[in-house]
């Protein structure tokens, strides 16, 4: 397989018109719980807020998002089905997905995870697909801040 057809198959359509939906989450305004990651790897950046209900559930996300096309999507990913979700779901969808991206699990039942499965082959790529689900799990564990 050539460079370009490994490319081509990495960065699908669906893949690719992902990275659009994160305008639908902008991180502006106050935010109860936030966090900054950073990867080792590449040196993708994402800062990510979140509010949430009494009950622990977001109500409301917002991303500010500096990666490839793979940290972009997994991060419209997530944000597109976080509303109602707790720091438990979250938690079982890393879990999942890093076992997934070990080799040693299905890929995780998170609505339009499966864009994201052309990055499984290409190792170099998974720091940044994980990137905001370690963002968001930080988020969940940081001090909420009052408004």
């Known amino acids: 397989m050539t460079q370009a057809n490994s490319t081509a198959k990495l960065y699908t359509p669906r893949l690719l018109s992902l990275s659009a939906q994160l ?13 900054e ?9 994402i800062t990510l807020g979140i509010n949430l209900d009494a009950g622990g559930r977001i109500t409301k996300i917002g991303m500010l998002v ?10 419209a990913v997530l944000a597109m089905a976080a509303e109602g979700r707790s720091a438990h779901d979250f938690a079982q ?10 080799g040693e699990g299905a890929p995780p039942e998170w609505p339009g995870f499966d864009a994201l ?22 988020a969940f564990s940081n001090e909420t801040r009052q408004a």
């Open 117 to 138: 499965e052309p990055a499984l082959p290409h190792p170099g790529r998974h720091g940044a697909l994980m990137l905001p689900w370690q963002a968001v799990m930080q």
């Open 93 to 102: 969808a890393h879990g999942d997905i890093e076992q997934w991206l070990s």
């Open 66 to 75: 500096s990666a490839c096309a793979i940290g972009q999507s997994s991060a």
């Open 37 to 45: 990651v950073r990867s080792r790897t590449c040196g993708s950046t």
């Open 23 to 35: 305008a639908a989450f902008p991180l502006i305004g106050d935010f109860q719980k936030t966090a």
